[in-house]
């Protein structure tokens, strides 16, 4: 299994609110940045949040993630159908010295 | 634009090696570390593989640790993953990746991702 933990999937009405969660320990997200990634159906990853809450060029500001110890939290208001894609968290970890994913969310808008 | 484009991918048997090349444009290479990060079908993503962006600094994942080799060639603008002993398991999309930053070993993020090329290790 993953060395970061995500909830396999979520979901929630359009217009709503959703957190997805990434769990980790110290040796990770304790001491390096977070980012999150947005997949499409069929289609590559794409950079959705960096250095845990920075969002790149382009992303909208109903993405947002943040940091609480060993714990990250990508949240996503005024959902929409064209949101409904797999998250994935991922981090440096210092121990493994390696770049680590989190399993990965299903979010489906209902 | 950024443009990263694999090749090399294909069906290979169990034990042989596979060269995966991806071919960079769009921004200055040899300032930038990347990345291998692959996806089986219908699993999530895994990184594979770093190098640094002077290609003297090298990161594997345990799974592949001893059987893939990262390289870049910056007169070329392009990043190498090579592949041997391959199994089963191997089987993926492999995603070459930009990092974020500049002239760093250990960045924050990958900003670019190419389409993928899939290896299928099968007999």
């Known amino acids: 299994q993953s060395v970061l933990t995500q909830p396999p999937s979520v979901s929630a009405a359009p217009g709503q609110k959703v957190t997805i969660s990434c769990s980790g320990s110290?040796?990770?997200?304790?001491?390096?940045?977070v980012s999150w990634y947005q997949q499409l159906p069929a289609t590559t990853p794409k950079l959705l949040i960096c250095?845990?809450?920075k969002r790149p060029s382009g992303i909208p500001d109903r993405f947002s993630g943040s940091t609480s110890g060993t714990s990250a939290t990508l949240g996503i208001t005024g959902l929409q159908t064209g949101d409904e894609a797999d998250y994935y968290c991922a981090t440096w970890d210092s121990r493994l010295n390696a770049w680590v994913f989190g399993g990965g969310t299903k979010l489906t808008v209902l | 634009q950024v443009q990263l484009v694999e090749s090399g991918g294909g069906v290979v048997q169990p034990g042989r090696s596979l060269r995966l090349s991806c071919a960079a444009s769009?921004?200055?290479?040899?300032?930038?570390?990347m990345h291998w990060v692959r996806q089986a079908p219908g699993k999530g993503l895994e990184w594979v593989a770093l190098i640094s962006y002077d290609g003297t600094n090298k990161f594997y994942a345990d799974s592949v640790k001893g059987r893939f080799t990262i390289s870049r060639d910056n007169s070329k603008n392009t990043l190498y993953l090579q592949m041997n002993s391959l199994r089963a398991e191997d089987t993926a999309v492999y995603y070459c990746a930009r990092d974020r930053k500049i002239l760093v070993v250990i960045t924050d993020s990958f900003d670019y991702w190419g389409q993928g090329t899939l290896v299928t290790v099968s007999s």
């Open positions: 769009g921004f200055t290479f040899s300032s930038y570390a």
């Open positions: 250095e845990n809450n």
């Open positions: 110290s040796s990770n997200i304790g001491n390096n940045y």
